[in-house]
């Protein structure tokens, strides 16, 4: 097998090739279309859409005690 720079096969316990790690500065435009199929896509074109509906860490708490303290809890 031919070695190409920035692509490295790496083997499992067993010695069998089962992962390869893939430079992305090099080759992440070759990929984008594997990673959109897969539903990976890094940097999708939504993304400031996504951020702007987005709620900060202060609204997750809140949001989350609200959903825990709406729990039926029973006395042990």
Sequence with gaps: METVQGVTFEKD?????RYIRIDMQRYAHL???F???????KYPD??????A????GDE?????????????????
């Design 13 to 17: 316990a067993s010695g069998n090739d």
């Design 31 to 33: 990929l984008q279309p």
């Design 35 to 41: 990673m959109i199929q897969l539903g990976i896509e």
């Design 46 to 51: 939504d993304f400031e859409e996504a951020q």
């Design 53 to 56: 509906s987005a709620i900060s």
């Design 60 to 76: 997750l708490r809140k949001r989350m005690h609200q959903r825990i303290d709406a729990w039926a809890w029973k006395d042990k």
